[in-house]
């Protein structure tokens, strides 16, 4: 039985099509008023709620535009991506505009519902009006929905999120065990050809990503992580105040994709801010991925582009960092957009420019260290091939020059040459790009974001030359360095660095080599090489790697460097095989699948802490190896555990919810560093001139509060100072303390009054 494909819905016909849109619509007013009226069904609103804004801005929006016969994966991503877009955006305007009408509130339920629901109205009657007489409805058959193979993929997902809920109430991790060896076997599958079929590989790349990110977000009832924490309260502010004040002085209140999505899906589903971040922010950052596997494939066959996203989603960056980084989820998935649009010669030029525009914006007011990257990378690409191009139509230089290791016959036969005019990245997209980033910059959030860039440019000018592969100020030389605690740690390391040694190997087959196997298309094959030079930069240059953090700065590169990874292990073995003087066939192809199946592999299975926590040995997953932690960790692996993942009991929640709730106006929390930093700001909305480090020898004013969490009370460590990997006993804060007033205990968390 053959089934409408319901994500390639801009191709139906078009009343079915706006029936359906109308019907997500009236549905979304449904609920909004049965909670009007105090009825509350569970999950109904919250999955109504991301529907509706999630797909149905973007959908009308391509199907106004006339974009069609698109594939599902590109269907997928750009509705997701142009529906981000239209609310980010939307909310910009509302803000901007409605207060001079009266409106004070404009970021709330009632305006923003009015505002979304009339422009989706309006883009429907345009849609109608523009693109009746197009329908050709895509199918898929019944037998690949119900099949084995797809049925027990999208089981994974909820074999996560009921293993994350095992460990939060009952400190079980036996399913998220079981999960990640399934995980981590699934490349074996498709070398060997078996369970899974190649139609399926798209969404196999979703469910892996969707899993590994679910089993670590969903570990706790409260936020984890690091700059989630800062993230967070700039989003509940909007939220309080309805209304978003773009004068406070910091960078991440410059990113739309913080202060207008959360508290837009927030209201609209009737969801706290922490389940946005925890729940809607990682499915959108599973689309990354796929959209990878779609840039990918399309240049170096299925099975490489599979392998090269299961690498990018094995490095333990993708799953950890990242998800405590909210705003960078969003921007990676606008720069893949960027990245499809690039590679694609078959999308009318005018709407390949619109799209093109409209993700490039949305990449400036989501995240400032991509923006900044991107911009540089456009800029040296646009150079690059304005050279090259230059060069090429110069008969004079034919017979004398090679570009890119390729002679001048090689031009001619080079299908993946970029014509001038059919070029994504031109003059005026890199002007208007540079313009409006520097524009943004500078007059939003009084310039912070700006000048943090300024900032950075000056400190590396001034070091550059005294400091140069100086490990104390090169974060990615320290870290390459850097002695590990175990043999098992020494092994992820050094397979760390074998995956580095085989994009170097990629980057010298591209630029040297032909191999008409390879055809990376000419844009991206650039912007790789600007990756693999940042890598390098990275453990070179002073203060560069630290600006942004070296391992984010890595996961970023990995976007372009992932399929380098593949193509240098193929010429590795392809070297091998011809030392041994052994001919390259089907069978050694086969071979060289299974066993780079088998090293990305156990590739995952470090990466996650599954093979640490099996051989408890120094944990690192905060998902699998709580237990493990606290029954056989010393003070020293307890501390880096919870004060380096930023993860929080619930006593220090209520405690902090608690004290900041009761204080006394105007009084002054302190705390460890650890708590101080990230705790105090979040869920205790406490700002700077109202919290303190604890110092050693500590030191508190008169009406002042001490606040200890779990770890303090506990373990009798307090974190720092100025850092989360340093620690100071309890003791030394004892002569202070007795002279408090103990007012607040939870068996966990403790609050002292002077």
């Known amino acids: 039985m053959q089934l409408n494909n319901f994500l390639q819905i801009n191709d139906w016909e078009i009343k079915k099509f706006l029936e359906v849109v109308l019907v997500i619509q009236f549905m979304m007013w449904g609920v909004l008023s049965l909670n009007v009226l105090g009825i509350q069904i569970p999950i109904l609103r919250q999955l109504i709620g991301f529907v509706y804004l999630t797909f149905v801005p973007g959908i009308v929006i391509l199907r106004a535009l006339k974009i069609q016969r698109l594939s599902t994966t590109e269907t997928l991503l750009y509705t997701v991506g142009l529906s981000l877009a239209c609310l980010m955006f939307m909310g910009l305007a509302m803000n901007m505009i409605y207060p001079s009408f009266g409106i004070l509130e404009p970021i709330s339920l009632t305006p923003v519902i009015i505002t979304i629901s009339g422009l989706v109205l309006v883009l429907s009657v345009f849609s109608y009006m523009r693109d009746r007489g197009f329908a050709e409805?895509?199918?898929?058959?019944?037998?690949?929905?119900?099949?084995?193979?797809?049925?027990f993929l999208c089981l994974l997902p909820f074999i996560a999120i009921l293993g994350a809920y095992f460990?939060?109430?009952?400190?079980?991790?036996?399913?998220?065990?079981?999960?990640?060896?399934?995980?981590?076997?699934i490349p074996l599958l498709i070398a060997f050809d078996k369970f899974i079929q190649r139609d399926l590989y798209p969404l196999v790349v979703f469910i892996i990503t969707i899993s590994l990110l679910y089993h670590k977000s969903l570990i706790s009832l409260y936020l984890w992580g690091w700059d989630i924490h800062f993230e967070y309260i700039l989003a509940d502010l909007v939220k309080q105040n309805l209304l978003w004040d773009s004068t406070l002085p910091y960078g991440t209140n410059a990113m739309l994709a913080i202060v207008m999505l959360p508290p837009i899906f927030s209201d609209v589903c009737g969801m706290s801010l922490t389940w946005v971040f925890k729940l809607f922010y990682p499915f959108i950052f599973s689309l990354v991925p796929l959209g990878l596997y779609h840039v990918f494939q399309k240049q170096i066959g299925d099975k490489l582009a599979f392998l090269a996203c299961f690498f990018f989603v094995s490095e333990f960056t993708f799953y950890g960092e990242m998800l405590s980084l909210a705003r960078q989820e969003?921007?990676?998935?606008?720069?893949?957009?960027?990245?499809?649009?690039?590679?694609?010669?078959?999308?009318?030029?005018?709407?390949?420019?619109?799209?093109?525009?409209?993700?490039?914006?949305?990449?400036?007011?989501?995240?400032?260290?991509?923006?900044?990257f991107y911009l540089a990378f456009l800029v040296c690409t646009w150079v690059i091939l304005l050279i090259r191009n230059s060069l090429i139509l110069n008969n004079n230089f034919y017979a004398k020059l090679s570009i890119f290791g390729k002679e001048k016959r090689d031009f001619a036969e080079d299908q993946n040459t970029v014509k001038i005019e059919d070029r994504t990245i031109s003059s005026t997209f890199v002007l208007?790009?540079?313009?409006?980033?520097?524009?943004?910059?500078?007059?939003?959030?009084?310039?912070?974001?700006?000048?943090?860039?300024?900032?950075?440019?000056?400190?590396?000018?001034?070091?550059?030359?005294?400091?140069?592969?100086?490990?104390?100020?090169?974060?990615?030389?320290?870290?390459?360095?850097?002695?590990?605690?175990?043999?098992?740690?020494?092994l992820t390391k050094y397979l760390h660095l074998a995956t580095q040694f085989f994009i170097f190997l990629g980057i010298l087959t591209v630029l040297l080599i032909k191999d008409k196997g390879i055809k990376l298309d000419r844009e991206f094959e650039i912007f790789s090489v600007l990756g693999f030079t940042v890598c390098l930069a990275s453990i070179t240059v002073p203060y560069f790697a630290c600006s942004l953090n070296t391992t984010r700065l890595y996961h970023i590169t990995l976007i372009f460097l992932a399929p380098l990874c593949l193509i240098g292990g193929i010429m590795l073995f392809r070297i091998v095989g011809r030392v041994a003087k052994k001919s390259w066939t089907d069978h050694h192809?086969?071979?060289?699948?299974?066993?780079?199946?088998?090293?990305?592999?156990?590739?995952?299975?470090?990466?996650?802490?599954?093979?640490?926590?099996?051989?408890?040995?120094?944990?690192?997953?905060?998902?699998?190896?709580?237990?493990?932690i606290k029954e056989h960790g010393t003070i020293r692996d307890i501390n880096t555990f919870y004060s380096g993942n930023g993860l929080f009991l619930e006593q220090d929640i209520v405690g902090i919810i608690w004290l900041t709730t009761n204080q006394d106006k105007g009084s002054k929390i302190s705390a460890d560093y650890y708590h101080q930093t990230l705790l105090l700001v979040?869920?205790?909305?406490?700002?700077?001139?109202?919290?303190?480090?604890?110092?050693?020898?500590?030191?508190?004013?008169e009406?002042?509060?001490?606040?200890?969490?779990?770890?303090?009370?506990?373990?009798?460590?307090?974190?720092?100072?100025?850092?989360?990997?340093?620690?100071?006993?309890?003791?030394?804060?004892?002569?202070?303390?007795?002279?408090?007033?103990?007012?607040?205990?939870?068996g966990g968390a403790q609050t002292y009054y002077r």
């Open 330 to 372: 969003i921007a990676e998935l606008f720069l893949v957009l960027m990245l499809l649009l690039m590679i694609d010669r078959q999308l009318n030029k005018l709407k390949k420019s619109l799209l093109f525009i409209v993700f490039g914006l949305s990449i400036v007011v989501s995240h400032y260290g991509i923006s900044y």
């Open 137 to 151: 409805p895509c199918f898929i058959h019944s037998n690949v929905v119900i099949s084995p193979s797809t049925l």
């Open 432 to 490: 208007l790009f540079a313009i409006f980033t520097l524009a943004w910059y500078i007059y939003v959030s009084k310039a912070s974001a700006f000048e943090a860039i300024v900032d950075i440019g000056n400190h590396i000018s001034r070091t550059i030359f005294l400091d140069f592969l100086n490990p104390e100020t090169v974060q990615g030389l320290d870290i390459l360095l850097i002695e590990t605690a175990t043999p098992l740690h020494t």
């Open 167 to 185: 460990v939060n109430f009952h400190h079980n991790n036996i399913l998220l065990m079981i999960l990640i060896i399934i995980l981590a076997l």
């Open 703 to 746: 009406g002042s509060y001490i606040f200890l969490g779990y770890q303090n009370v506990k373990y009798g460590i307090l974190n720092g100072p100025h850092s989360s990997g340093q620690y100071w006993s309890l003791t030394e804060l004892s002569p202070l303390i007795d002279k408090m007033s103990l007012i607040y205990t939870n």
């Open 589 to 628: 192809v086969r071979t060289l699948f299974i066993l780079l199946s088998v090293f990305f592999g156990i590739f995952l299975l470090l990466n996650s802490g599954f093979v640490y926590e099996v051989a408890k040995d120094q944990p690192t997953s905060i998902a699998l190896s709580q237990r493990l």
């Open 682 to 701: 979040s869920y205790g909305r406490t700002l700077y001139e109202y919290r303190s480090e604890l110092e050693n020898p500590p030191k508190v004013e």
